[in-house]
């Protein structure tokens, strides 16, 4: 190589060594400070954390405590993990530039290791060398180890990060947002990962070993966490062996508003989402109003099956009476909102709050508003405020930012202790929790929170909720408190459903002029050989509750119209699916000549009393046509059946429900039927996919 090429090799080492910056510490630090901003802000929450005497302390030991009981749902607990070792993995290089930094730290190992399917635990134990591991067992995950002196911040005696600005291991770790905040992140699968323990030379990254890539732990997300109420089809019932049926009424939505996302989005929902009394009560229906000492007016219908030649409907629909608005008392309303971590999406949290602005133009000077939030605790962030004040409680709505785990306990707490100090005389008072459902924190069983609820419906306070966003909604918990608070359940996925609910159907949502009322038909076994109640599954009660005025059941809200269809098989027919006893007898003790197909009960009780009243009813034979509301409420009601693929619906089809509910649409003034059958029409396609 000749001398002026040397010349040439030394003259670019030179500008490549004056270009090369001088480091500076001030500027590092000014760039880790911008990153943990922009990292916070990237969370969801740009306000600070809200204080509480459970906020966590400085170290890994306290900080994986808090996590532990803090996050419960699967998704929540598997997320945590999951960004705790890419956090590890992203920042651990850039941090062995300088291995010198990590001065008097021991090497911590980090393993993966199979474990059982017991709960969350937090163990400490002694390593061989005498110093303190951490162990967090997440139950069908991994578990992660760390020597605590590994993991704990180096100040000096000033209190800055290192000898020279340099960021430790803890430093980031403390940058991170607190664990809760990754509550709505995709849950991986529950199912056991095979992990292969990776242990790598602690000098392989100045002296910090890093975990094993994610391709070592074999697990596949799951497509959701959302939680639904269990409960088998209703059965064909023996009227000779069975001749009382028993239900409490419901007057919930959320159910059909569940499907129509599904359907929107391009899939068919799973039985279990299909609630066929809620689809059919979701729309308004022109049923006789009440004419009488009565709240509402129960009229029965039979018609043929338009499914089935051999069988008939008994349709009952009640009509609740509407009250004229200057007629209606005070209402004082508690908003009860989940601020949670997995509340920071569009159609959640921001959507919760477009609907909640919608609902106050609804409110006069006489009504209250208050509002209380659940997070990590839960506070009260507007104290009860006259309606009319619409600037103040727009301006605590608008200042609501998602952040922590779902103390959904505390919450409901604190929202009853409100709502119990601004009742008076006269009033309504209602609860109105807006949620995702996903309550992690406090009781999370539905059952346990049933019990709750039911200690606290006596004092009068009615409870609604409203559930928000797809994922991770826990449908079973908003019924199990619905059902339990005297209250009802929708669900808003639109700001249309939001005006629907809030809006054009505010009085019935908002006032009730029945509580607890029961349906009780008997049905007469000499005309009846068997029948059905189609939906009702989650409602079903006891023959003896009907007359226990302390069995909770549904209420009724003002102009509220409600539907309940049986399918019943007369005697002698050919669609008889059930052989006669040998030794039975053939029709009971009902008397043989009684033209009466059964006998219409239902109890109810004026909002605040504990005594019922009893409304009976015959129900005649005879058939009419299934037309107009009848007919259209026949119509969702087979279309709720192909979706949770009846066995009883025979060669009935999708396009069987679009003629019908397209013959017997009417008049449709909010576009809510025409909705349906554009829905039908799309569930056909997918169906056939």
Same mark, same amino acid.
């Given at each position: 190589? @000749?001398?002026?090429?040397?010349?040439?090799?030394?003259?670019?080492?030179?500008?490549?060594?004056?270009?090369? $910056?001088?480091?500076?510490?001030?500027?590092?630090?000014?760039?880790?400070?911008?990153?943990?901003?922009?990292?916070?802000?990237?969370?969801?929450?740009?306000?600070?954390?809200?204080?509480?005497?459970?906020?966590?302390?400085?170290?890994?030991?306290?900080?994986?405590?808090?996590?532990?009981?803090?996050?419960?749902?699967?998704?929540?607990?598997?997320?945590?993990?999951?960004?705790?070792?890419?956090? &590890?993995?992203?920042? &651990?290089?850039?941090?062995?530039?300088? $291995?010198?930094?990590?001065?008097?730290?021991?090497?911590?190992?980090?393993?993966?290791?199979?474990?059982?399917?017991?709960?969350?635990? *937090?163990?400490?134990?002694?390593?061989?060398?005498?110093?303190?591991?951490?162990?967090?067992?997440?139950? #069908?995950?991994?578990?992660?180890?760390?020597?605590?002196?590994?993991?704990?911040?180096?100040?000096?005696?000033?209190?800055?990060?290192?000898?020279?600005? %340099?960021?430790?291991?803890?430093?980031?770790?403390?940058?991170?947002?607190?664990?809760?905040?990754?509550?709505?992140? /995709?849950?991986? @699968?529950?199912?056991?990962?095979?992990?292969?323990?990776?242990?790598?030379?602690?000098?392989? *990254?100045?002296?910090?070993?890093?975990?094993?890539?994610?391709?070592?732990?074999?697990?596949? /997300?799951?497509?959701?966490?959302?939680?639904?109420?269990?409960?088998? =089809?209703?059965?064909?019932?023996?009227?000779?062996?069975?001749?009382?049926?028993?239900?409490?009424?419901?007057?919930?939505?959320?159910?059909?508003?569940?499907?129509? #996302?599904?359907?929107?989005?391009?899939?068919?929902?799973? /039985?279990?989402?299909?609630?066929?009394?809620?689809?059919?009560?979701?729309?308004?229906?022109?049923?006789?109003?009440?004419?009488?000492?009565?709240?509402?007016?129960?009229?029965?219908?039979?018609?043929?099956?338009?499914?089935?030649?051999?069988?008939?409907?008994?349709?009952?629909?009640?009509?609740?009476?509407?009250?004229?608005?200057?007629?209606?008392?005070?209402?004082?309303?508690?908003?009860?909102?989940?601020?949670?971590? @997995?509340? =920071?999406?569009?159609?959640?949290?921001?959507?919760?709050?477009?609907?909640?602005?919608?609902? &106050?133009?609804?409110?006069?000077?006489?009504?209250?508003?208050?509002?209380?939030?659940?997070?990590?605790?839960?506070?009260?962030?507007?104290?009860?405020?006259?309606? @009319?004040?619409?600037?103040?409680?727009?301006?605590? &709505?608008?200042?609501?930012?998602?952040?922590?785990?779902?103390?959904?306990?505390?919450?409901?707490?604190?929202?009853?202790?409100?709502?119990?100090?601004?009742?008076?005389?006269?009033?309504?008072?209602?609860?109105? *929790?807006?949620?995702?459902?996903?309550?992690?924190?406090?009781?999370?069983?539905?059952?346990?929170?049933?019990? %709750?609820?039911?200690?606290?419906?006596?004092?009068?306070?009615?409870?609604?909720?409203?559930?928000?966003?797809?994922?991770?909604?826990?449908?079973?918990?908003?019924?199990?408190?619905?059902? #339990?608070?005297?209250?009802?359940?929708?669900?808003?996925?639109?700001?249309?459903?939001?005006?629907?609910?809030?809006?054009?159907?505010?009085?019935?949502?908002?006032?009730?002029?029945?509580?607890?009322?029961?349906?009780?038909?008997?049905?007469?076994?000499?005309?009846?050989?068997?029948?059905?109640?189609?939906?009702?599954?989650?409602?079903?009660?006891?023959?003896?509750?009907? =007359? #226990?005025?302390?069995?909770?059941?549904?209420?009724?809200?003002?102009?509220?119209?409600?539907?309940?269809?049986?399918?019943?098989?007369?005697?002698?027919?050919?669609?008889?699916? =059930?052989? /006669?006893?040998?030794?039975?007898?053939?029709?009971?003790?009902?008397?043989?000549?009684?033209?009466?197909?059964?006998? *219409?009960?239902?109890?109810?009780?004026?909002?605040?009393?504990?005594?019922?009243?009893?409304?009976?009813?015959?129900?005649?034979?005879?058939?009419?046509?299934?037309?107009?509301?009848?007919?259209?409420?026949?119509?969702?009601?087979?279309?709720?059946?192909?979706?949770?693929?009846?066995?009883?619906?025979?060669?009935?089809?999708?396009?069987?429900?679009?003629?019908?509910?397209?013959?017997?649409?009417?008049?449709?003034? %909010?576009?809510?039927?025409?909705?349906?059958?554009?829905?039908?029409?799309?569930?056909?396609?997918?169906?056939?996919?």
């Amino acid at each position: 190589m @000749s001398d002026n090429t040397h010349d040439d090799l030394d003259d670019l080492k030179s500008a490549l060594r004056a270009a090369t $910056p001088t480091p500076d510490a001030s500027k590092r630090m000014a760039d880790i400070a911008l990153a943990k901003k922009n990292f916070a802000d990237l969370q969801g929450s740009r306000i600070d954390v809200r204080p509480t005497s459970e906020r966590p302390q400085n170290g890994l030991i306290r900080g994986v405590r808090n996590m532990i009981t803090s996050l419960s749902t699967r998704g929540a607990l598997t997320a945590t993990t999951a960004m705790v070792a890419l956090g &590890l993995v992203v920042a &651990l290089p850039q941090m062995a530039q300088k $291995p010198d930094d990590f001065r008097g730290f021991s090497s911590p190992e980090i393993t993966a290791v199979e474990t059982s399917d017991e709960a969350p635990v *937090l163990e400490m134990e002694e390593t061989a060398g005498g110093e303190p591991t951490a162990t967090v067992d997440l139950g #069908n995950r991994t578990v992660l180890q760390a020597d605590q002196d590994a993991l704990t911040r180096s100040r000096d005696d000033e209190g800055r990060i290192g000898s020279d600005g %340099y960021a430790t291991l803890s430093d980031l770790a403390e940058a991170a947002p607190e664990p809760e905040a990754f509550a709505g992140a /995709p849950a991986l @699968s529950t199912a056991k990962p095979k992990v292969a323990k990776r242990e790598q030379p602690a000098e392989s *990254l100045g002296g910090i070993v890093a975990p094993a890539p994610a391709d070592d732990v074999l697990m596949q /997300p799951e497509s959701d966490t959302e939680a639904y109420p269990q409960a088998e =089809n209703n059965p064909l019932k023996i009227t000779t062996e069975e001749p009382v049926s028993t239900f409490s009424i419901d007057v919930d939505t959320a159910s059909y508003a569940i499907v129509r #996302n599904s359907i929107s989005n391009g899939q068919l929902p799973r /039985p279990e989402m299909v609630r066929i009394e809620e689809m059919v009560n979701y729309f308004p229906y022109d049923y006789a109003t009440p004419d009488g000492p009565h709240p509402f007016q129960p009229t029965v219908s039979v018609v043929p099956t338009p499914w089935n030649q051999g069988t008939q409907l008994v349709h009952i629909a009640i009509q609740g009476e509407k009250p004229a608005v200057e007629d209606r008392p005070p209402l004082n309303l508690v908003f009860l909102i989940d601020t949670s971590g @997995s509340m =920071n999406q569009s159609n959640k949290l921001p959507l919760l709050k477009q609907s909640l602005s919608l609902m &106050l133009s609804q409110l006069t000077e006489q009504d209250q508003v208050a509002i209380v939030t659940y997070a990590g605790s839960a506070g009260q962030v507007l104290a009860p405020t006259v309606a @009319s004040q619409r600037s103040t409680i727009l301006s605590a &709505l608008d200042n609501l930012s998602a952040g922590g785990s779902t103390a959904g306990q505390a919450g409901l707490q604190q929202a009853y202790a409100v709502a119990e100090s601004m009742v008076e005389d006269g009033d309504v008072t209602r609860v109105v *929790l807006a949620t995702d459902g996903d309550f992690n924190v406090g009781l999370s069983d539905p059952e346990a929170l049933k019990d %709750y609820i039911a200690t606290k419906r006596d004092s009068g306070t009615y409870l609604s909720v409203m559930g928000f966003g797809r994922g991770n909604l826990d449908d079973a918990t908003m019924q199990a408190l619905a059902q #339990n608070g005297n209250g009802n359940a929708a669900y808003i996925d639109t700001l249309s459903e939001a005006q629907k609910v809030l809006v054009d159907q505010f009085a019935g949502a908002s006032f009730p002029i029945a509580d607890d009322v029961k349906i009780q038909v008997e049905f007469n076994p000499a005309q009846i050989a068997e029948y059905r109640l189609i939906g009702y599954e989650t409602r079903a009660l006891n023959r003896e509750d009907f =007359n #226990n005025d302390k069995v909770d059941a549904g209420d009724i809200g003002a102009g509220t119209s409600v539907t309940a269809i049986y399918e019943v098989t007369p005697v002698g027919s050919d669609a008889i699916l =059930n052989d /006669p006893l040998r030794y039975g007898e053939a029709a009971g003790t009902a008397d043989e000549l009684s033209p009466e197909l059964g006998f *219409l009960k239902l109890r109810y009780k004026a909002p605040g009393a504990s005594i019922s009243t009893l409304i009976e009813t015959p129900i005649s034979s005879g058939a009419e046509d299934a037309d107009g509301d009848i007919g259209f409420a026949i119509a969702i009601a087979s279309f709720g059946e192909l979706l949770k693929g009846s066995d009883y619906t025979a060669q009935w089809s999708y396009a069987d429900a679009i003629a019908l509910a397209s013959a017997t649409k009417g008049e449709d003034v %909010y576009g809510y039927r025409a909705e349906a059958i554009r829905l039908m029409r799309l569930a056909a396609s997918l169906s056939e996919q």
